[in-house]
């Protein structure tokens, strides 16, 4: 089993920025590709970006293309979201998942663990 907590949400206007962090603990954390989804009321679960095991590949959708940054640090057990310039459009819960299959993937289906989610509300 692994246990993900995610962190860093709130309510931010909108070209502003936050960082999350999804903490992991269970098991090798390396072991895991890790990925950012979010889910807007009434709407589906979307990818917004995954990475490696490594750190060294990573993949974003692109609505957050060149907005957002996704990286990890493995001594810490983290994966983190960087969010710039925020949109209203970029309001929902995010959440983190892990994969313990190599591949990037955009589908939910194929993570086997799931944080709970934390709130970004993006102000016009």
């Known amino acids: 089993q692994v246990q993900l907590v995610e962190s860093g949400g709130g309510l931010v206007q909108a070209g502003g920025s936050l960082r999350l962090s999804c903490a992991a603990s269970?098991?090798?954390?390396?072991?895991?590709?890790m990925a950012w989804f979010r889910q807007a009321p009434g709407k589906e679960r979307d990818f917004v970006a995954a990475?490696?095991?490594?750190?060294?590949?990573?993949y974003y959708a692109d609505s957050v293309k060149g907005r957002f940054t996704i990286s990890r640090d493995n001594a810490k057990n983290t994966v983190y979201l960087q969010m710039n310039s925020l949109k209203p459009e970029d309001t929902a819960v995010y959440y983190c998942?892990?994969?313990?299959?190599?591949?990037?993937?955009?589908?939910?289906?194929?993570?086997?663990?799931w944080g709970q989610g934390t709130q970004v509300t993006v102000s016009s």
């Open positions: 998942a892990a994969r313990s299959l190599p591949a990037l993937v955009t589908t939910p289906h194929y993570y086997e663990y």
């Open positions: 269970g098991r090798t954390f390396s072991d895991y590709a």
């Open positions: 990475i490696s095991r490594n750190g060294g590949s990573t």
